[in-house]
């Protein structure tokens, strides 16, 4: 009797799954954890989302990937944390096609993401190698309609890649009150390649020649005599605003590697083997890089500190508070 009513569908019998432990030390850690960084991370990233939005000085091609990247963070805290609390601590009984569609918005997220942080590599990659030619090259408009682009693309592509999940629903359920989603082979090596892979192998081969290129830029600028030092101040500076801005995004691009890398390569290597604690670490790293992205950009960005100030202190309702000096 006892063992029937661990299980989720106890009427099934043998062919449900059993309830997670309410008790158990590790639920209730997951719980826990898992709650306070989703709220931060909706929290943080609707103010990023507040402020380049509201504020017309900070509607920038660099600040738009940054809004995009934001907005997919939200909804990582959103939607795909919930969900993930919920899967884990819970049996699931909201049927084969919700549990597609749960996992069918984080895949497009997870992929748009992943789309940002390409473009931001490189958007940087042409301020810094390019500066002459990246005011033509960069456009407000040109920038949004690659991020339209990234999404519509991120759909289309996830469409495309849980198609046989989508045809056939629950069918890679080992139990009734289970929800996954499981690629095959094929699927999951197309999905390494175009979500990880090269993604990866494009920052990271951009953000090396952005270093290249600034470090070069440095000596050259250390060789010059005082007077011309002089007559190229402005242009100097606008290379030192660059670089920061490329330093301040690589420190953001780092982090995403350092978060994202582990939970592919756990992907890539299977976790049967693995103990439960770390795949448990693994998943939670994969969704905290969702909430350090604001906290990166109040540490290294003087305009956001200063925006979230207006916004905190309602500033912001004022009448033409979108035409406040954020930037310096």
Known sequence: MEEKEELCFPQ???????????????????????SSIALLTVALN?????????????????NILLLSLAVSDFLV?????????????????FGDYICFLCNFIPFIITSASIGDMVLISVDRYVAVCDPLRYSSRITERRVKVCVCLCWLCSVCYNTFILNNNFRHP???????GECVVV???????????????????????????VFAAAVTQARAQRSRV???????????????????AAITLGVLVVVYLICFCPFFSLVLSGHSLLRTWF?????FLFFFNSCLNPLIYTLFYPWFRKALRLIVTLQILQPGSSNAKILR
């Open 77 to 93: 805290g959103l939607l795909q944390m919930p969900v993930e609390i919920f899967r884990k601590t819970s049996c699931w009984f």
């Open 183 to 209: 690629l095959n082979f094929i699927e999951g090596t197309v999905d390494l390649v175009v979500t990880f892979i090269a993604p990866i192998s494009a920052i990271i081969v951009l953000y090396v020649q």
């Open 279 to 283: 795949v448990s670490f693994v998943i």
């Open 170 to 176: 629950g069918i890679h359920s080992s139990c009734y």
């Open 12 to 34: 099934l019998s043998n062919l449900s799954c059993r309830k997670p432990s309410s008790s158990s030390l590790e639920v209730m850690t997951i719980r826990v954890v898992m």
């Open 226 to 244: 005082t007077a011309i030092r002089v007559k190229l101040s402005v242009s100097v500076t606008a290379k030192k605003s660059e670089l920061k």
């Open 46 to 62: 609707l103010l990023v989302i507040i402020a380049i939005s509201h504020f017309r000085q900070l509607h920038t091609p660099t």
